[in-house]
C-alpha cells in the first residue's frame, strides 16, 4: 500500500518561513506530478503549488514570489518552502503524488494534512 506521511507545520509569527515535507512509501514504480493543497477554516481546499515529473512549477497567485515547491525523486519526496508568511496563509496543508504503484496504474494519494499556523 502507497502511504503519503507529511511533516513540517506549525506556529509561525507573520513574516516567518516553514519547510513542509510530504514522503511517499510503498511499492513505487513511478511517481508523475505532485502538488500542494490547502483548506483554511470555511473555505474550499485550494491548489496551491505543483510539480511534473520534469520539474516544471506552477503556483497560486496568492503565494508565487513567496512559496517554492520542489522535489527529491529519489526519496519520493516533495517538499515545500514558504516563506514571509502571512496571517491569510494559515490553513491545514496537503500533499497530492500522482503515483504508478505495484497496486494500481497512475492514482492521486494524499497525504493526512499538517497544520500550518501564522499569527499576526
Known amino acids: 500500500q502507497v502511504q503519503l506521511v507529511e511533516s513540517g507545520g506549525g506556529l509561525v509569527q507573520a513574516g516567518g518561513s516553514l519547510r513542509l515535507s510530504c514522503a511517499a512509501s510503498?511499492?513505487?514504480?513511478?511517481?508523475?506530478?505532485m502538488a500542494w493543497y490547502r483548506q483554511a477554516p470555511g473555505k474550499q481546499r485550494e491548489l496551491v503549488a505543483t510539480i511534473t515529473s520534469g520539474g516544471r512549477t506552477s503556483y497560486a497567485d496568492s503565494v508565487k514570489g513567496r512559496f517554492t515547491i520542489s522535489r527529491d525523486n529519489a526519496k519520493n519526496t516533495v517538499y515545500l518552502q514558504m516563506n514571509s508568511l502571512k496571517p491569510e496563509d494559515t490553513a491545514v496543508y496537503y500533499c497530492m503524488q500522482d503515483i504508478y504503484s505495484s497496486t494500481s496504474y497512475y492514482t492521486s494519494y494524499w497525504g493526512q494534512g499538517t497544520q500550518v499556523a501564522v499569527s499576526s
Open positions: 510503498g511499492s513505487i514504480f513511478a511517481i508523475n506530478a
